[in-house]
């Protein structure tokens, strides 16, 4: 009867990609980022630590994610908050030792949780032993050869080898005093100053690299997230450029010079993969490539090269139903092209939380971090609108990204005093960028502690901004409608459901204009975004899920969505046909 009465409630669906049987985790999972200064403080000195993370593992298997991908805890100066690594196989004292790295690893295994760890092969610390005999050394030796060492041009060399620019601001070439006092050769550096860039041509870089991976694989970890998996090769004979280096919008023009995406990379993933796939189990390679274009991205992630590429298409698109949909199918076009499982990202420790960027006037502007003095985003909208497009990016086929703190609905600090930075793009730019640490504060667990739970003794090595206390983790467990709430119920749905897996196919609503919302269904599941215009009423007979924020009904029965919603719903029931086409 029901059958009868009820018929399918689109005009068009269009098929975009089919469901897989391989849900190998990989392909399917939910990946937590940790960045370890910030994540929990088990010593009393205001930076977070690896014991800090072993014991608030159990949060992440509640919330329901699979895996963690750890930010750099290696011996390092911090002037890159890691990411300026002086020994790629130890930890550094901030962050505990290599019994506590066993330690978190074994807790997280035994909790189910895979862990990832950051391997950074682009450039290493100064203090890289490597980059010391370096400098210790004359120009043309085998010490220098291991980064990339030149002449300057000009008289007496008195300038940069090119015209290259750091993505941190300022040129990416610095000068030394060779041993004997004079004035010598530069050296090349896309970052700050104390992160020399490798030179991969030389095998030697090569071979220690892979025994590096080695060194943590035996460790027993998952896999790898590759820092700037793009840059590691240069165009031969470093030409000069004249476009501007950048990271989070590299989509523009940012991605596409000399210093990025050469033919080279592929073969150093080749040979990685080769490495991961001599161990047991699923091991992984994720790159870290901002390029402008989701088919170069696809490039990594061809069979025998790595297993993801983050998607920062979808993390840069603007809050907007036409722009959103196209990148969606977009996306899983090019992976699908090359096999590989898409990923979806909005939030890491580069950009903007999308809570804030969401909240902005320009909900697709890019700010490179926000200072007090800059137009601050509606907290109100930029987190309904977070929930909205988190809420949608749990119900894409393939893996997605969680950052740190996303599940408590964080804010970005965007009124952080401008004496509390760390992040060298600040000091490199000369305050032209407020930098990232606006989304690197401390997480807060608990509202009436100090530092929110963070460190035992309240230190924090970035101030906790008011708002903070109201975010805490216990004040939002077992609070319905609490931003946890909804990732964790959202994320036990769509393993349920096993949406990561499933099919995609974008649908026509009646009375749904395509610029006012998304409509998506997943396996037998509606998948409603309203980004704009009216309430959106869905057809009758609908079941609702989960929503991002409050659904009605109106007098027909019907649901009503706002815009800044977005809504899982199960048809009716004469349109719950599951989907035949699928893929081994
Ligand atoms: C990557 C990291 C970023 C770091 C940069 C240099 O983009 O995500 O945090 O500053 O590489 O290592």
Known sequence: MDALLDSPPWTSLFPVHPATTDARWWRTAVVYQVYPRSFADSDGDGVGDLPGITARLDHLAALGVDAVWLSPFYTSPQVDAGYDVADHRAVDPVFGTLADFDAMLARAHALGLRVIVDVVPNHTSDEHTWFRRALAAPAGSPERARYVF????????????????????????????????????????????????????????????????????????????????????????????????AMVEGGADGATGPMFDQEGVHEIYRS?????????????????????????????????????????AYLTTPWDADRNRQVIVDSLAASDAVGAPTTWVLSNHDVVRHTSRLGLTDAGS????????????????????ARAAT?????????????????????????????????????????????????????????????HGFSPTGRSWLPQPPSFARH???????????????????????RHLQLASGSLDL???????????VVLRNREVLVVTVHRGAPVSLPAGCDLLIASDEVVQDGAGSLVLVPGTTAWVLPPRAARVPHARTTG
């Open 366 to 385: 890019l700010p490179k971090g926000i200072r007090a003095l800059d137009e601050q985003p509606d907290a109100e909208l930029g987190l309904r609108r």
């Open 150 to 245: 030149r002449d300057g041009r000009g008289p007496g060399g008195s300038e940069p080898p090119n015209n290259w620019r750091s993505i941190f601001g300022g040129p990416a070439w610095t000068r030394v005093a060779e041993p004997d006092g004079a004035p010598g050769q530069w050296y090349l550096h896309l970052f700050d100053a104390r992160q020399p860039d490798l030179d991969w041509t030389n095998p030697e870089v090569r071979d220690e690299f892979e025994d590096v991976l080695r060194f943590w694989l035996d460790r027993g970890v998952d896999g790898f997230r590759v820092d700037v998996a793009h840059g590691l090769v240069k165009a031969d004979g470093l030409p000069d450029w004249d476009g501007t280096t």
């Open 507 to 517: 649908v026509e609503l009646p009375g749904v204009t395509t610029s006012e919302a």
């Open 391 to 451: 809420l949608q990016m749990l119900a894409l086929p393939g893996v997605a990204y969680l950052y740190q703190g996303e599940e408590l609905g964080l804010p970005e600090d965007t009124a952080m005093d401008d004496e509390a930075r760390q992040d060298p793009a600040w000091f490199r730019s000369g305050g032209f960028e407020a930098g990232r640490d606006g989304c690197r504060v401390p997480l807060p667990w608990s509202a009436a502690e100090p530092s």
């Open 272 to 312: 990685w993969r080769a490495v991961l796939d001599s161990y047991p189990g699923d091991r992984v390679l994720v790159a870290e490539a901002w390029l402008d274009s989701l088919s170069r991205t696809a490039r990594y992630v061809r069979p025998g090269e790595m297993h993801q590429a983050f998607n920062f």
């Open 472 to 494: 805490a983790l216990d004040v939002q467990r077992g609070v319905p409608g609490s931003t946890y709430e909804l990732y964790r119920r959202a994320l036990a749905l769509r």
